[in-house]
Antibody
Framework: EVKLLDSGGGLVQPGGSLRLSCAAS????????MGWVRQAPGKGLEWVST????????YHADSAKGRFTISRDNSKNTLSLQLNSLRAEDTAVYYC?????????????WGLGTLVTVSS | DIQMTQSPSTLSASIGDRVTITCRAS??????LAWYQQKPGKAPNLLIY???SLESGVPSRFSGSGSGTEFTLTISSLQPDDFATYYC?????????FGQGTKLEIK
């Protein structure tokens, strides 16, 4: 059974940093690209970042470029998202998600999410 | 960036109704489109991928259709468990983008 356990969220002041983690199990982690999607309170879903299976390629939304860094440790089956220079508009539930490749790549499993609140 | 527009934003329906949600893309997606269901306080759940492929374990009352820039999600006979918010998402190219969501409410 695929399991994704997000953690690391919390309350942080504007300009601060936070590191989110996602512990994966139930599949061969280093075979799959992974990503992060966020959802601001009462709002829709927003893709944030993607990392390839081997970690050599990453993609970030414009809202994340220069501030967020996605990484993975395939030896520990762990995905991370480093959040720097946080702003109030970054307040959201952050979900880690696994990709499946079937022609194109789409999210097939999601973590439960971890809440990041940026406020003074 | 590819813009995704869902309609309606809210849909009121009754148990047993057939409902359709539409998703329009600003560019041809070559069918690289997925549909997700999300219930309050929960993570999204994959329903449909590649526009019309039903995810394993998803009830057959859910179906997806369309091509190019216009897609639909149909629920053939609404069940109590189906009242939720539905999102379409394109995975044709980065940045991946979602529709704004359709909230399906009980009439």
């Amino acid at each position: 059974e695929v399991k994704l356990l997000d953690s690391g969220g919390g309350l942080v002041q504007p300009g601060g940093s936070l590191r989110l983690s996602c512990a994966a199990s139930g599949f061969t982690f280093n075979d799959y690209a992974m990503g992060w999607v966020r959802q601001a309170p009462g709002k829709g879903l927003e893709w944030v970042s993607t990392i390839s299976a081997g970690g050599g390629s990453t993609y970030h939304a414009d809202s994340a470029k220069g501030r967020f860094t996605i990484s993975r440790d395939n030896s520990k089956n762990t995905l991370s998202l480093q959040l720097n220079s946080l702003r109030a508009e970054d307040t959201a539930v952050y979900y880690c998600a696994k990709f499946r490749y079937s022609g194109g790549t789409f999210f097939d499993y999601w973590g439960l999410g971890t809440l990041v609140t940026v406020s003074s | 960036d590819i813009q995704m527009t869902q309609s309606p934003s809210t849909l009121s329906a009754s148990i047993g109704d057939r409902v359709t949600i539409t998703c329009r893309a600003s560019q041809n997606l070559n069918n690289w489109l997925a549909w997700y269901q999300q219930k309050p306080g929960k993570a999204p759940n994959l329903l449909i991928y590649k526009a019309s492929s039903l995810e394993s374990g998803v009830p057959s009352r859910f179906s997806g259709s369309g091509s190019g820039t216009e897609f639909t999600l149909t629920i053939s006979s609404l069940q109590p468990d189906d009242f939720a918010t539905y999102y379409c998402q394109q995975y044709h190219s980065y940045p991946y983008t979602f529709g704004q969501g359709t909230k399906l409410e009980i009439k």
